[in-house]
């Protein structure tokens, strides 16, 4: 059984004194829920203290990327080996905002994907495709092609802390969900690639989440489809009863 995950990603929102006032608030509405893995993703100027606020409770938090060296002369960059320096044991790979506006590529996502697994880090990596690359039928490929890409040279022993996020580009923060269907379809044809990759058990294990406009009003009816083991949630985790209301889903 695949546990589920439910993430909120903070983006470029919340302050560290915004942020501490949301774990605040947050805690006591999922205290002792254990049904899914909660995870937080909040910016750099905050992560350390969501690390310690959440410490020894049932909610996790990671960074939002990393570089795939230890040093170097790459100013604005984190390293794997700072993240860990905070207590950092998560973070998310290949979003598709670092994509569409820092030129993110997969191939850098396989360099940072093998330097978080080398490291002990847990990678959540994230794939999707343009409206336009679905509206042309090219989805299934779009997927596969990036998969492959990302998960080059990865072997199913490595692959064992990976989660997945599907997120269609055209759903997030435009209010517009894929609907349970075409997500599901899109999370089988990931898993399908992840089987060719790193083999069938591989795959049949790892959790693949999906992102793009979750909502309490949207989450149940996503959870209740075979293939999807949870949500990367953006805007709606900004609210802490919000989200716990999405991690409560039923």
């Known amino acids: ?16 004194k915004e942020s501490l006032a949301f774990v605040d608030e947050f805690l006591p509405l999922v205290k002792g829920h254990d049904r899914d893995e909660i995870l937080l993703f909040p910016t750099l100027t905050s992560l350390e203290r969501v690390l310690d606020a959440t410490a020894g409770t049932n909610v996790h938090a990671g960074a939002q990327t990393m570089h795939w060296l230890n040093e170097g002369a790459y100013t604005g960059q984190t390293s794997p080996t700072m993240l860990l320096s905070i207590g950092c044991r998560q973070v998310l790979l290949g979003h598709s905002e670092q994509r569409l506006y820092l030129n993110e590529t997969f191939e850098r996502v396989n360099l940072k994907l093998k330097a978080a697994i080398s490291h002990g880090i847990a990678p959540m990596v994230c794939f999707g495709e343009l409206l336009t690359e ?8 779009v997927l596969r092609t990036q998969v492959r890409t990302a998960l080059h040279n990865i072997s199913a022993s490595e692959a064992q802390r990976l989660a997945i996020a599907y997120e269609p580009i055209w759903a997030i923060g435009t ?15 990931i898993r399908q690639e992840l089987a060719h990759c790193c083999g069938a058990e591989t795959a049949q294990n790892t959790r693949i989440l999906y992102g793009g406009s979750v909502k309490p009003d949207n989450i149940s009816e996503l959870m209740a489809q075979e293939q999807i083991d949870g949500a990367l949630v953006g805007g709606a985790s900004l609210v802490a009863e919000t989200f716990a209301k999405i991690v409560q889903y039923k």
């Open 134 to 141: 679905r509206e042309q039928m090219q989805t299934e490929e």
């Open 1 to 16: 059984m695949r546990k589920p995950v439910i993430a909120g990603n903070w983006k470029m929102y919340k302050t560290p």
């Open 175 to 189: 209010g517009i969900t894929a609907s349970p269907e075409m997500a599901n379809e899109a999370h089988e044809i």
